[in-house]
């Protein structure tokens, strides 16, 4: 077994041994951003063969996330892909996919109109240790409160990024990102 210390936000995907026939199809399916496909090929997976907690984890994820990313792009329920996320996130709040679970609880709460709920969310991008995901979730912020007409705090919280520094590609690319938000 490889035994290496990788920081999160690097973590593209897992792969693990004792992954069920499909896996490989749901995760590429999941970076290709094809949603739909992602929910069909779970459709195929036999989770009562699943043994590792890990594993259950990444399809309770694929499932979550693709429903949420649907939802977002106007096909499926923010409510019901709220729901999903929110369970997962109670099971598996140690999960390498928790900053991305934290954004689109953040990005669905912001599509439903409760940008104060949002915040919570955007709040748990912002603790993290990672410089990049603090300037995103400032941006995340500012774009919540643009959503909301608050216009002021919106501008002050892309000022915050463009001050930042931007010592790593990632932040710098958050950076231009605040340039044109603003």
């Known amino acids: 077994p490889l035994k290496k210390t990788i920081p999160v936000n690097q973590i593209f995907s897992i792969e693990f041994d004792e992954d069920p026939v499909g896996m490989d199809v749901v995760r590429n399916a999941y970076n290709e951003q094809r949603y739909s496909d ?55 709040s140690d999960n390498y996919h928790f900053l991305e679970v934290a954004e689109l609880l953040g990005d669905l709460l912001v599509a439903t109109g409760n940008v104060a709920a949002a915040q919570k969310y955007y709040d748990k991008l912002a603790d993290s240790q990672f410089p990049e995901m603090k300037l995103k979730a400032k941006i995340l912020q500012a774009r919540a409160l643009e959503s909301s007409k608050d216009y002021a705090k919106a501008i002050a919280k892309y000022d915050e990024v463009i001050a930042a520094d931007a010592s790593t590609k990632e932040a710098e690319g958050q950076k231009y990102a605040a340039i044109c938000g603003k």
Do not use: H, N, T
């Open 38 to 92: 992602v929910l069909a090929a779970l459709e195929k997976i036999d989770e009562s063969s699943v043994k590792r907690p890990a594993i259950q984890q990444d399809i309770d994820f694929y499932r979550a996330a693709s429903s949420a990313r649907l939802a977002l792009g106007g096909a499926g329920s923010a409510r019901d892909a709220g729901r999903l996320l929110v369970q997962f996130e109670g099971k598996a």
